[in-house]
């Protein structure tokens, strides 16, 4: 069961949108729309940002948005701001009552 | 509101045991599972398995199994994860976080919704 694949960092200025890949195979991503995705900042627990490929949980800005095409989930940040700058994960259900999460992508805001 | 709060930092030397544990408050415990987390220095996250609060069974992820142990106690609303055999690359912040039961042939949500602050097992000599 290997890691999904994420780029290890992306950047982009205040405002600007950015979009982190996360990119599996057809026994994961590809086979179900069950990927969710995780904002985390150092030293603190994870907060959970999209479930169900694109859908939000109450409280989360609409800034954040998910997609997917084929094996490859995406979250997108429009309108960027500085406390949006942590590390971000994906994750897929894989079958089997497995779960299997990306590397984390690293969000710089300029 | 949901609280998860986690046991503290841990050192062990190599070959001890570990245990972690994961007290859940504001909801119904047993309605929910308890999935594993680790963190590694360095590196990304990485999912263990879970624990099926109402049954005690659990499912373990295939490099987890028969070294890793998830159970619980109901009567305090706390999961636990031992870790035997401890090496030095066990050093991480090992997370609980909460996801869906399963029920009717699925689970009632496939997202992990409610996180443990983490607890970081330090593995040296």
């Known amino acids: 069961q290997s890691a999904l694949t994420q780029p290890a960092s992306v950047s982009g200025s205040p405002g600007q949108s950015i979009t982190i890949s996360c990119t599996g195979t057809?026994?994961?991503?590809?086979?179900?729309?069950?990927v969710s995705w995780y904002q985390h900042h150092p030293g603190k627990a994870p907060k959970f940002m999209i479930y169900e490929g694109n859908k939000r949980p109450s409280g989360v800005s609409n800034r954040f948005s998910g997609s997917k095409s084929g094996n490859t989930a995406s979250l997108t940040i429009s309108g960027l701001q500085a406390e949006d700058e942590a590390d971000y994960y994906c994750?897929?259900?894989?079958?089997?009552?497995?779960?299997?999460f990306g590397g984390g992508t690293k969000l710089t805001v300029l | 509101q949901v609280q998860v709060v986690q046991s503290g930092a841990e050192v062990r030397k190599p070959g001890a045991s570990v245990k972690v544990s994961c007290k859940a408050s504001?909801?119904?415990?047993?309605?929910?599972?308890i999935h594993w987390v680790r963190q590694a220095p360095g590196q990304g996250l990485e999912w263990m398995g879970w624990?099926?609060?109402?049954?005690?069974?659990?499912h373990y992820a295939q490099k987890f199994q028969g070294w890793v142990s998830m159970t619980r106690d109901t009567s305090i609303s706390t999961a636990y994860l031992e870790l035997t055999s401890l090496k030095s690359d066990d050093t991480a912040v090992y997370s609980c976080?909460?996801?869906?039961?399963?029920?009717?042939?699925?689970?009632?949500?496939?997202?992990?919704?409610?996180w443990g602050q983490g607890s970081l097992v330090t593995v040296s000599s």
């Open positions: 504001g909801y119904t415990f047993s309605d929910y599972y």
């Open positions: 624990i099926n609060l109402n049954s005690g069974g659990a």
């Open positions: 976080a909460r996801g869906g039961a399963f029920s009717g042939g699925r689970f009632s949500f496939y997202h992990f919704d409610f």
């Open positions: 994750c897929s259900y894989s079958g089997a009552s497995t779960w299997v």
């Open positions: 057809s026994s994961d991503v590809g086979s179900y729309n069950l």
